[in-house]
């Protein structure tokens, strides 16, 4: 079983930069692929960023699209996202995820394993 662990989450100032990490355990992944969602208070979790495990395909909201990052060590078993020109909208708790099959669908219910969650606060 698949278990992810978030990190790096804070607070950070408007046109900043944060990078989150998430530690997979359980298992080696060698394939599916890791994705991030945010969740702001009073609002439904949406889609931010995706990869797949075995040949690095990412996949973007347009909203991040340019800003973020997303990237993987398959040797570390780990995937981040790397967020620049960080926005107040950008204001969120932050999940990463996986799903065992193809593609990077932004659909919540297409991915079967969630992270805890870490907390991105911007300010002004």
């Known amino acids: 079983q698949v278990q992810l662990v978030e990190s790096g989450g804070g607070l950070v100032q408007a046109g900043g930069s944060l990078r989150l990490s998430c530690a997979a355990s359980?298992?080696?992944?060698?394939?599916?692929?890791m994705g991030w969602f945010r969740q702001a208070p009073g609002k439904e979790r949406e889609f931010v960023a995706a990869i797949t495990w075995r040949s690095g395909l990412t996949n973007y909201a347009d909203s991040v699209q340019g800003r973020f990052i997303i990237s993987r060590d398959n040797a570390k078993n780990t995937a981040s996202l790397q967020m620049n020109s960080l926005k107040l909208e950008d204001t969120a708790n932050y999940f990463c995820?996986?799903?065992?099959?193809?593609?990077?669908?932004?659909?919540?219910?297409?991915?079967?394993?969630w992270g805890q969650g870490t907390q991105v606060t911007v300010s002004s």
């Open positions: 995820t996986w799903r065992d099959g193809y593609g990077l669908p932004r659909a919540r219910d297409q991915y079967q394993v």
């Open positions: 359980g298992r080696t992944l060698v394939s599916g692929a």
